[in-house]
């Protein structure tokens, strides 16, 4: 995205919608690099669990934003796929995956974006960019399992596994990727026999919820996790799961929340303003702001 020269009047109010959020770094990550632009730039969190809101408030949200002036709003669980109904139009990446994490507000109307998948293949490439990826078990279908699934296949991944406790929304995901990509490169998994999938996989990625604070736990046995299996966690918070800790330990290589979390927040903060940030500056503001949580 081409970036204009920012001008003194130029002013961003901008938000977090989720469930969870009340440690985010990512207003922080935003403002900073909005600093080093010269921008005027406030960053609100709409957190459900304080707000007392379930996911299908997303909807008076939504409006309640765009009613006071907010330039747009990052959205993450549990709202990615519930907020696309409320949406004038989508951009290409979040049609496909029909899960959006980034809204702007302009001429009147709602769009949505989808910036995780460019943030997991971004992520991937600096952190496991030699891996193989013949056979990968993708865990969680929601809207951050359908954005990752995309990203996987497009880096060349021959099959991916996809394994959710709601059989319904796993098969959803891969008719969808299926018919992007080829039915034959994405497959439904049983949770049962996730150690099977993981003896002939090569990676395993964690798009599902558990291991994030409040959600504590691991998706899977631990010790199904053979030592020739790299894994991938897209939680960040906290950055070190109890997951990727557990691998570590089986020999595994790991990859951590962190690379999606700041890739996706440049490609969202270039949508909100115009303007691209310090890719360089952003990373080393997350490993601060990371190592502070």
Same mark, same amino acid.
């Given at each position: 995205? =081409?970036? =204009? ?17 009340? #440690? ?46 907010? !330039? ?77 699934? #995309? ?48 003896? !002939? ?16 736990? #691991? ?34 290589? #790991? ?9 996706? =927040?440049?490609? =969202? ?22 190592? !502070?949580?």
């Amino acid at each position: 995205m =081409a970036t =204009a020269e920012a001008t003194p009047q130029e002013r961003y109010l901008v938000g977090l919608v989720g469930a969870g959020i009340a #440690t985010s770094v990512t207003p922080a990550l935003h403002e900073r690099a909005a600093d080093r632009l010269g921008l005027r730039y406030l960053y609100q969190l709409l957190d459900l669990d304080r707000l007392a809101l379930g996911a299908d408030a997303i909807g008076s949200l939504l409006a309640g934003a765009r009613r006071f002036g907010f !330039r747009g709003l990052n959205v993450t669980h549990p709202c990615k796929q519930a907020v696309v109904r409320h949406l004038d139009d989508l951009s290409a990446d979040a049609a496909a995956v029909q899960a959006v994490n980034t809204i702007v507000f302009e001429d009147g109307r709602a769009v949505g974006h989808n910036t995780d998948t460019f943030g997991f293949e971004q992520g991937f490439r600096r952190g496991l960019g030699d891996a193989g990826v013949g056979l990968v078990v993708l865990l969680g279908a929601g809207g951050a399992g359908a954005a990752v699934a #995309t990203a996987m296949l497009r880096l060349g991944a021959g099959r991916v596994v996809v394994v959710d406790p709601d059989a319904a929304r796993a098969r959803c995901l891969v008719e969808s990727a299926g018919s992007r990509f080829g039915r034959g490169r994405v497959e439904v998994g049983l949770l049962e026999r996730v150690g099977e999938h993981l003896e !002939r996989a090569d990676g395993l990625i964690n798009a599902s919820p558990v291991g994030m604070a409040g959600h504590d736990g #691991t998706p899977v046995d631990p010790g199904l996790l053979p030592p020739h299996v790299w894994v991938a966690d897209l939680v960040y918070r906290p950055l070190r799961t109890r997951l990727l800790g557990e691998a570590r330990r089986q020999g595994c290589r #790991t990859l951590d929340g962190g690379g999606m979390a700041v890739f996706q =927040a440049v490609r =969202a903060f270039e949508i909100f303003t115009g303007h691209a940030p310090g890719v360089d500056e952003m990373l080393a503001d997350f490993e601060e702001l990371a190592a !502070r949580a």
